[in-house]
């Protein structure tokens, strides 16, 4: 079994940040990529940013630049520093982490949660 736990989420105005956290737990052999998707009401689930087990990170195009994302290896946990917020990234915002539990990767999801920009 295995779990992702997000945190940090709430309500920031406009301008403002938010550090979001992931942290993986159960049975866990190693984890690969990790990453942020979010959810807009009414629109399809996006990638914002995958960073992989070595630290290489990549962004979606609409975060470049105010996203940071990271990761503690030592404690299985991915991080998704968040400045310069803008209404429009108002989402449930999602981890993913492809998960080595003894043999092939899998791909398992946190529960979400969710960050509200006000304007």
């Known amino acids: 079994q295995v779990q992702l736990v997000e945190s940090g989420g709430g309500l920031v105005q406009a301008g403002g940040s938010l550090r979001l956290s992931c942290a993986a737990s159960?049975?866990?052999?190693?984890?690969?990529?990790m990453g942020w998707y979010r959810q807009a009401p009414g629109k399809p689930r996006e990638f914002v940013a995958i960073i992989t087990s070595g630290g290489t990170a990549n962004y979606a195009n609409s975060v470049m630049g105010r996203f940071t994302i990271s990761r503690d290896n030592s404690k299985n946990t991915a991080y998704l520093q968040m400045n310069s917020l803008k209404p429009a990234d108002t989402a449930v915002y999602y981890c993913?982490?492809?998960?080595?539990?003894?043999?092939?990767?899998?791909?398992?999801w946190g529960q979400g949660t969710q960050v509200t920009v006000s304007s």
């Open positions: 993913a982490a492809d998960v080595q539990k003894g043999g092939a990767f899998e791909t398992h």
């Open positions: 159960g049975t866990i052999f190693s984890i690969g990529n």
